[in-house]
């Protein structure tokens, strides 16, 4: 089989990427293979409000949003292949599997790494206990809630305040469930601000920051959860355990890039986003594997994965064009004071297509603080920030021209008045 | 003089907004930092508003049930009823993302809209 670009997972990057691929250069003959049985990913089960602000200038539901990517499809000549699972990435071809095709191969010029994140489970928090039935992450009762139509539970406590779980605190609740707590062991939520007001204000669920589940009790389900305060280092403090009975708790502990494939390709890994390192056109350390969304690195927002997505998959056609990456001068940007990674992490200027984006997450909590933008040393950009919170990404965007005499490294910071 | 502090939910930004109301009147909003914030903290302060998002049974299709949603925002204190009303009703399949489901939901006045698609079996 042969393919110009072979975009691996038809979520919302990979379906932005499709797109944005086929618009730049209608000639290619671009792929998508998607190992669920329907294209939209995560979309399909975040049956809430408040996507496509940016994309759309309205607000849709999950669904709605995937569907609007999936509707140019067609037009432009874009395939994809269902229940098909990736089994090996090179740089000139991609090797999956499925039940009609068996294992097959896909000769292509460019590959575009979609396969976004997954959630961390139990076994990765380290929580002692008994392993009853009961224990889910927020994402898997998302879908067992939204897609199979199945409730898991009655009486909930939540372990983490990313915004999944506070998504499934309002929904289970909707769903008349009783939903105790939200324990986060962080002193600040992981989730959006709005999240908080709309999911657990609205319904009087308690978010009992510096909290942890220390013991899990139940034979068969779930009966109770101990939860108790931890200190500064999220240890937990002997004499505030209290137990909750409960026979669900959801695990809305942090999402991981999945990049088996990008690593077994050889892909380098930034270790602050486990996801590839790319440049501004997101391609990766291997020419012509490009990667967004979040298998790139975790997004609060899906127009912003959209968005990054679109430009590598402009990338990918053009690369396939010219059969080379650009070459020409490259800007280092370097993390100073609280900035935990940027995306991307170097720039080549010849690459840029317009103004550079660039996209960080503070490593902790700062309230009247500034970021500061300075190019070999010098302040280029000075703006005040109320808060900034690891949770909520941040960008700074720099005209094209401010770069025209590029400096050799940009310097991105956080520093409190 | 009594002042409400909001944080406003129309978009990620989630802007801390200041209400100061006298008798029932709003006397000022600060900030806001655009018109649909002013709206969200003048409607949450009058009759606070949310759309309610969730799901739908639906016969002879192939899924049993597709994602809906209000078609407008509903009175805070009707999400519950709201909720009832859809939890007993169902729809026939073809379902196309649009299509009113229901048409008065539990007295609101405001439509019950699918908002994902479901074919025959």
């Known amino acids: 089989m042969k393919a110009d670009i072979v975009i691996i997972g038809g979520g919302p990057a990979g379906l932005a990427a499709a797109v944005a691929a086929a618009k730049e250069d209608c000639s290619l003959d671009i792929l998508i293979l998607e190992r669920d049985s329907e294209l939209g990913g995560i979309l399909n089960q975040c049956i809430h409000n408040g996507f496509g602000l940016h994309t759309f200038n309205e607000e849709l539901t999950g669904p709605e949003y995937a569907a609007r990517f999936e509707a140019q499809l067609d037009g432009l000549g874009i395939r994809y292949m269902l229940d098909t699972m990736v089994l090996d990435v090179a740089s000139s071809s991609v090797t999956a599997v499925n039940s009609t095709e068996g294992v097959f191969t896909v000769d292509c010029s460019a590959v575009v790494l979609c396969m976004g994140c997954r959630e961390r489970p139990r076994g990765a928090l380290n929580i002692p206990g008994l392993r009853p039935a009961g224990v889910f992450t927020a994402g898997t009762a998302q879908r067992l809630v939204n897609i199979e139509g199945y409730m898991p539970g009655k009486e909930v406590v939540i372990l983490g305040s990313g915004d999944i779980g506070l998504i499934m605190a309002r929904r289970m609740t909707l769903e008349g469930a009783k939903v105790k707590a939200v324990c986060e062991l962080m002193p600040y939520s992981g989730g959006l601000k709005r999240n908080i007001v709309q999911c657990l204000d609205d319904f009087d669920i308690p978010l009992l920051l510096s909290h942890t589940v220390v013991d899990i009790k139940g034979k068969e389900r779930l009966t109770s959860v101990v939860i108790a305060e931890v200190d500064e280092r999220s240890k937990p403090i002997s004499g505030t355990e209290q137990e909750i009975a409960c026979d669900t708790l959801l695990l809305s502990c942090g999402l991981i890039p999945e990049n088996e494939l990008s690593r077994s390709c050889g892909v380098k890994i930034n270790p602050a986003t486990n996801g590839p390192v790319v440049n501004e056109s997101f391609e990766t350390s291997i020419p012509g594997v490009f990667a967004c969304g979040n298998v790139l690195h975790v997004h609060d927002l899906v127009d912003y994965v959209s968005e990054e997505s679109g430009r590598a998959g402009r990338s990918a056609a053009r690369y396939v064009k010219a059969k080379a990456s650009s070459e020409g001068p490259v800007i280092a940007i370097r993390n100073g004071n609280g900035v935990r990674y940027t995306v991307p992490s170097f720039v080549r200027v010849n690459g840029l297509e317009d103004d550079l984006v660039i996209r960080f997450r503070a490593g902790n909590v700062y309230r009247d603080s500034y970021i500061n933008v300075l190019m070999d040393g010098e302040t280029k950009l000075h703006r005040r920030k109320p808060v900034i919170t690891p949770g909520e990404m941040e960008q700074v965007i720099l005209k094209k021209e401010d770069l025209a005499s590029p400096p050799s490294e940009i310097l991105i910071e956080i520093t409190e008045i | ?121």
């Open chain 2, 1 to 121: 003089m009594e002042t409400r502090e909001l944080t406003c939910i129309n978009c990620p930004l989630g802007c801390r907004i200041s209400v100061t109301m006298e008798d029932g009147n709003i006397i000022s909003v600060t900030g806001n930092t655009c018109k649909r914030g002013y709206l969200y903290a003048c409607n949450e302060v009058r009759m606070p508003v949310r759309t309610v998002t969730t799901t739908i049974k639906v016969t002879g299709g192939e899924v049993d049930r597709v994602s809906c949603k209000t078609k407008e925002p509903v009175p805070k204190d009707k999400i519950f009823e709201v909720m009832e009303a859809i939890n007993k009703a169902s729809c026939k399949a073809p379902v196309a993302i649009g299509d009113v489901l229901i048409e008065d939901c539990a007295g609101t006045g405001v439509a019950i809209v699918a908002t994902k698609a479901a074919g025959n079996v």
